[in-house]
């Protein structure tokens, strides 16, 4: 059975094509956009929160688009056990409508960082990764507010209960600070709920599909979600 | 009518790495006594009632719900009756 991926559209999402096409064209999945006026998931067994600069980033990153109708539906989505992806600013949303924990700061170094990164994986019995035979994963990062901060009873809850799901790391799978390309505590890249049916990321997978683009680890993820959501 | 002013202030344990930056231009202005500068948002807008307590109630979740987040920022908020 072919699962079919709900994209979310806010005002100011700019990944959201990048995303249909990655799971759409690329991958040969079902794939709907979602207007976040609307309330309908439109019978979507995964909903992506793509990148972008929803509501032009004002007052705070994910700030404003958490309060777009849409997300009472995703929020309902995710509580009932519903796999949902945030993706650079999806991810800053969840973190705001408070489907993960913690918060996103601006990088450390005050730059826009755009590049390629390594991640390690640190779990790799969830439904993201469960498919997925290397230990390490190389994606593009794009955001100046990817410097993931939780306080220390945060961290160490994440830690308990494998929340953790992606390092910065270098290619090796060293996670020296100096492979951490925006000051993210403990070098986070990428985590789950509790429940670990929502996954935030800061990295894009999405862009690393295309084999055009000579880089496929991110169709391992949405290849991952695919292979083990009827089973 | 009240007019409300919000002010947001990240906790100081939180990095502001703006604030670092905006210091490190002091310094080149040869501000050398300017130290801890943190950066925060001032916020102002009107309550449009007659109730006093609800303007406050108002202004508090605003801030609460969507101005500030709790996890890293501080707010303080002041509320003036104007005709």
């Not at chain 1, 992606?166 to 799978?173: I, P, Q, V």
Request: aromatic residues 10%.
């Amino acid at each position: 059975m072919k699962p079919k991926f709900g994209v979310v559209v806010f005002p100011g999402s700019n990944c959201d094509h990048d995303a249909y096409y990655a799971v759409k064209k690329v991958l040969g999945y079902d794939a709907e956009f979602l207007w976040h006026k609307e309330k309908d998931l439109k019978q979507s067994n995964v909903i992506i929160l793509p990148g972008g600069f929803s509501y032009g980033d004002y007052l705070r990153t994910g700030a404003i688009a958490r309060f777009s109708p849409i997300m009472d539906s995703v929020y309902n989505f995710a509580e009932k056990g519903g796999i949902v992806i945030g993706i650079c600013n999806g991810f800053q949303i969840l973190l705001e409508i408070g489907l993960l924990p913690g918060v996103m700061l601006k990088n450390e170094s005050l730059k826009f960082v755009c590049k390629d990164v390594h991640l390690r994986i640190e779990n790799n019995k969830t439904i993201f990764t469960k498919s997925i035979k290397k230990k390490l994963l190389t994606f593009p990062v794009a955001h100046g507010e990817g410097n993931y901060y939780a306080d220390d009873a945060t961290l160490k809850s994440l830690e308990e209960n494998n929340q953790i799901l992606f390092r910065y790391a270098s290619k090796d799978g060293d996670t020296a600070s100096k492979y951490n390309p925006n000051g993210s505590v403990s070098n986070i890249a990428g985590i789950m709920n509790k429940k670990k049916n929502v996954m935030g990321l800061m990295p894009h997978p999405e862009r690393h599909c295309d084999p055009v683009l000579s880089n496929t680890d991110g169709a391992l993820i949405f290849n991952s979600i695919a292979n083990n959501l009827f089973n | 009518m009240f007019k409300a002013t919000v002010i947001i202030k990240r906790r100081p344990k939180i990095l502001d790495p703006e604030g670092k930056a905006v210091e490190q231009g002091a310094k080149l202005l040869g501000f050398n006594n300017v130290k801890q500068t943190r950066i925060g948002k001032y916020i102002e807008f009107f309550v449009d009632t007659k109730d006093k307590s609800l303007a406050e109630k108002e202004v508090k979740e605003y801030s609460e719900k969507l101005l500030s987040n709790p996890i890293i920022e501080d707010f303080e908020f002041s509320l003036e009756e104007v005709k």
